[in-house]
């Protein structure tokens, strides 16, 4: 009896439960192009910055204190970093990136 009446409960709850539609969409990437114009490198202690001109360049240590401020004055523009060897956070207008410094 105990059987039956688990089944019977068992089957009303399958049929009472509710269908869900699910429906996928497409995903669209948008780029920036800000991204795409401003390329940052290191070599050495020798940042290296293009595309950013007219911009805010940012340099923050791994602990979030900002070690240096500067307006980028030019297309093509190298900075020596007087910094001790580590890994930092380089921020220019709206492009975040880490860098290491050997």
């Not at 409960?9 to 969409?25: D, E, H």
């Not at 948008?30 to 202690?45: C, E, K, R």
């Not at 911009?55 to 007087?82: H, I, P, Q």
Request: charged share 20%; net charge positive; proline share 1%.
């Amino acid at each position: 009896m105990k059987k039956i009446l688990t089944h019977i409960i068992f089957t009303l709850i399958l049929l009472l439960g509710s269908a869900t539609t699910i429906q996928a969409s497409t995903s669209v990437d948008l780029i920036d192009q800000d991204f795409q114009s401003i390329n940052i490198s290191v070599t050495g202690n020798v940042l290296h910055v293009t595309g950013a001109e007219n911009e805010m360049l940012f340099v923050y240590n791994v602990t979030g204190v900002r070690v240096l401020a500067v307006k980028v004055d030019g297309s093509d523009k190298r900075y020596t970093l007087s910094m001790p060897r580590g890994c930092y956070i380089i921020k220019v207008g709206k492009l975040v990136r880490k860098i290491s410094i050997c």
